[in-house]
């Protein structure tokens, strides 16, 4: 092995290793002052020694607003992380796995509107990432909308995973031509494919799209063989309910 062969082997071992100290962070849900779990939209990864956590303030106005991230984690066991005048009414730190501060202090859902992950690069929103698990910024979809995601070729060696809010028509209509067109011993992709996407899927659970779209389209598989997906709504139905 030459000189330039071995550090590009060395310089390929510390990307990955860097990979695998990332993909090895806790990801927690991160907002600012808000008021509900519907502005709660984004993520940050944390650092080695820091859990997700979630603020439940009263402000000098009396209003309840919410911050949520990253914490040190002796801060966390301190309990000790406001130091502005706010009123803590309930603080609280988890390290369960990627998201776990969702729903904390009492952060949730102000609507019933379904709560989509949404990386389609319009209107501020994040650009499709590489890897799914990079995306994790929720949209509120219109009554008329169910979760959408696909999977396309951005390049000859890399693929992008697209997702967003798409019209339940459409939705329906793809959905049908999946178990129109889906054989149980045929491992082609779900969805009808068109220039550059290898994979288009619907569901209308809330962020069912935050996977990637052959494992979603496996769920809907499974759960239309067990006789529990509602073709009309694009969701899974209750074990109580079948």
């Known amino acids: 092995m030459n000189k330039g062969q071995g550090l590009l082997t060395l310089l390929c071992l510390i990307v990955i290793t860097h990979a695998q100290e990332y993909w090895n962070l806790p990801r927690c849900r ?3 002052r808000v008021n509900a779990f519907e502005q709660c939209n984004s993520y940050v990864v944390c650092g080695r020694n820091e859990a997700c956590y979630v603020d439940k303030l009263i402000d000098d106005s009396n209003n309840v607003v919410y911050e949520a991230g990253c ?27 990627d998201y776990c501060n ?22 501020g929103r994040p650009q499709p990432p590489q890897y799914p698990e990079d995306c994790s ?33 459409i939705c329906q209509s793809l959905t049908g031509y999946i178990f129109e067109t889906y054989r149980s011993d045929d491992n082609t992709a779900l969805g009808k494919r068109s220039a550059g996407t290898i994979c288009a899927v619907c569901c209308g659970d809330e962020a069912c799209n935050k996977y990637a779209c052959e494992t979603t389209k496996k769920r809907i598989r499974y759960l239309n063989k067990q006789e529990r997906f509602n073709h009309t709504t694009l969701k899974e139905i209750p074990w109580s309910s079948v």
């Open 137 to 169: 910024f929720l949209r509120q979809c219109d009554p008329t909308e169910s979760c959408f995601s696909s999977t396309y070729m951005k390049d000859e060696t890399s693929l992008r995973h697209y997702s967003t809010c798409k019209s339940t028509k």
């Open 30 to 32: 991160s907002c600012h």
């Open 71 to 97: 914490r040190d984690i002796q801060v966390c066991k301190a309990n000790s992380g406001r130091k502005r005048s706010d009123l803590v009414a309930c603080s609280k730190c988890c390290d369960g796995g």
């Open 102 to 123: 969702d729903h904390m202090c009492g952060l949730r859902k102000e609507s019933n509107l379904t709560l989509c992950n949404s990386c389609d690069g319009k209107d």
